[in-house]
């Protein structure tokens, strides 16, 4: 059983190298000239970029292969007041150079759209937009030269008082979604509204990937026992030409459990990996959700490392036999 460990979008080691610079809408709206800040919302767009390159071979020089980009890669993209401009096309260079990275050292990335991307939502409105949305992180996959296996992570979204209602909204959207998103869409369980057990049932419904976050499954477990559920959810990668992806994170502190502490209590993650081995031996894939990112996947990989049974491949690589 072969394990490897990523992080999400930024860097502690690294000195600026925000992948998120930002311009707000009202420091863009004081440009009189309105080009000029439309030029200059592309060149944070290719700083991101190329920050976001330079966070990626800092990850893998430490054995670190598993990456999510931010969702805030290009200031304003999508807003009514940059429509019509290009951003995609004046950046295309920065995109193929983070995209061929990728590719020469096999590392597996993906996007988690931000939470008002609502496939289910009852606003027609706000479903034309996420659905907008979701094009635009598919296309940046695209242009990058990155293939299915690019995925996006999203929430079934809100319960609006009524889940089985909103379960089958999501199905009856599903089919709005173009062939080309739908490829690339994976559902993750959260901590307050569908358990595992539910967001299992709605991507078996449509065959989606699940992406099973352990501390949700913690917070919000349902009445199904995970054993019961862990080949369900992991056969859903049969075809996808990917190993199973979880979440792991540690909770704050009681008073805020729902909240991400700084790093990753070993003891958060090594039962799981003990069920999953009993149950259904696979490969995984692990994305350390923490406040201190890179250097919480670091850590825990240190911690992995002094655990009988695992043996380190690189960094953030273990192959685990308990």
Known sequence: MKIRLGFVAMSVHLKNTSPSQTMTVTNFQKFIDREAGLRKLTRIGASNLQNSLRVLRHAHAHGL???????????????????????FGK????????????????????????????????????????????????????????????????????????????????AANWPRLPERVQKRVTLEND??????????????????PMVLDIHHHRCNPGHEELRDLLPRIFRLWDDTGLVPKIHVSSPKDEAKPLHHADYIAPEDLLPFLKL?????????????????????????ADDLSQIPGMTRIDGGTFTYQP
Request: charged share 30%; hydrophobic share 40%; proline share 3%.
């Open 65 to 87: 292969h598993v990456y999510r980009f931010t969702s805030k890669l290009i200031p304003l993209l999508g807003h009514e007041l940059t429509a019509d401009w290009d951003f």
């Open 91 to 170: 950046m295309l260079p920065e995109f193929e150079e983070v995209g061929t990275y990728i590719k020469q050292k096999q590392m597996r990335v993906s996007f988690h759209p931000d939470h008002f991307t609502l496939i289910n939502s009852k606003s027609e409105e706000v479903i034309e937009k996420s659905i907008l949305d979701l094009e635009r992180h598919v296309h940046i996959f695209e242009l990058m030269g990155l293939d299915e296996r690019a995925k996006l992570v999203m929430h079934v979204g809100g319960s609006y008082k009524d889940k089985a209602e909103s379960l089958a909204r999501f």
């Open 191 to 208: 901590d307050k509204s569908y358990t595992a057990a539910e967001t299992l049932s709605l991507c078996e419904q449509l065959n989606i």
């Open 276 to 300: 999953v081995h009993e149950v259904c031996p696979t490969d995984l894939d692990i994305m350390v959700e923490a406040k201190q990112k890179d250097d919480a996947a670091m850590r825990l």
